[in-house]
């Protein structure tokens, strides 16, 4: 458990059984909002979760796109986001416009979006794909040609698992994008015997050098499942805590200790408290848009995993 605010800690847990809230956290969240929340996971799993829930109010630690998602599968649920202005910069860097102008240079040829992109985004596109399905998903739309958007980082990865042809915005993450191989080499050469866990939103020659590409709950499961003891994390630095969380006995180094969403850890218990208490601020997606998102999110949950 992380020390957090046990009185600010217990206050959270009653006023969400009182109000019959779910509390979804991201596992990138700051320790003390991961230990207050009814559940922890990467993007698949807390859309799972969210179309399975009976709570009455789904509180997001995360960012927006998640809490969109959670407001796409849920629409007569009240989704809060703890921090109104904790954004995704990938998700920005693509609008619907630019999706519309984009899809008539590739007609008939079926977009795939990956979760970090607005509601408008996902309702231009025929199915949605997060970092544990995107290879799974590709396939599964059957076409030599496929666009993928935003994460270029992400398409190029799944270009090498499938003969299909892979177009990509140009969008990234920031955090990943920056993740250099220099930065690796330096983790490695402290830690030679560590097996390195990457996103695949780093850059491909990050991706060349990692010994497990996976999604934030795949590392999570490859890690309490391997007989390996250390392992280098190249991804956003708040994995670390429920990684060690779950494996006490192992140890886990940063790929670089400068990998940090600001967006993420704008969610602080206090925020949190007060989303709960005044039910602030409301996502909502409206419903010609959500329509069609919900349609590419249908379809990516009945693609089944390897
Ligand atoms: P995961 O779905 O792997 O948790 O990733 C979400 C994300 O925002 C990665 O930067
Ligand atoms: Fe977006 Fe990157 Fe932050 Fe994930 S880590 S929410 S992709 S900016």
């Known amino acids: ?33 991961q230990d207050v929340a ?19 109010l789904i509180i997001f630690c995360g960012v927006h796109f998640m809490a969109e998602a959670a407001s796409i599968l849920c629409p007569d649920k009240k989704v809060i986001l703890a921090v109104e202005d904790a954004g995704c910069p990938m998700a920005d860097m693509l609008t619907a416009e630019e999706l519309r102008e984009e899809k008539k240079n590739l007609p008939g040829v079926p977009v795939v979006t990956y979760v970090n992109s607005s509601a408008e985004v996902k309702a231009e596109s025929d199915i949605c794909c997060t970092s544990a399905n995107a290879v799974q998903v590709a396939k599964w739309t059957k076409s030599p040609e496929v666009l993928m958007t935003p994460d270029r980082n992400l398409a190029m990865w799944v270009q090498r698992h499938t003969d299909q042809k892979i177009h990509f915005w140009p969008g990234y993450c920031p955090v990943h994008n920056n993740l250099t191989v220099r930065a690796v080499e330096k983790a490695r050469q402290e830690h030679p015997e560590a097996i390195l866990m990457a996103h695949p939103e780093c850059p491909p020659e990050v991706l060349d050098m990692a010994d497990v590409v996976r999604s934030t709950g795949g590392m999570l499961d490859y890690a309490k499942n391997s007989s ?79």
């Open 1 to 33: 458990m992380s020390s957090g605010n046990p009185e600010m800690t217990e206050k959270i847990r009653r006023l969400a059984k009182e109000k019959n809230a779910i509390i979804l956290a991201h596992n990138y969240q700051v320790p003390e909002v």
């Open 38 to 56: 009814d559940m922890t996971g990467d993007s698949l799993a807390l859309s799972v979760k969210v179309s399975k829930t009976d709570a009455d």
């Open 228 to 306: 390996e003891k250390r392992f280098i994390v190249a991804t956003e630095v708040g994995l670390l805590y429920p990684l060690k969380k779950a494996n006490p006995e192992k140890e886990f180094y940063p790929a670089s200790p400068e990998m940090i969403c600001q967006d993420m850890k704008k969610t602080t218990l206090a925020e949190l408290l007060r989303a709960l208490e005044t039910e602030r601020p409301v996502v909502k997606v409206p419903d010609d848009i959500r329509v069609k998102a919900l349609r590419a999110v249908e379809r990516m949950m009945e693609v089944p995993r390897d």
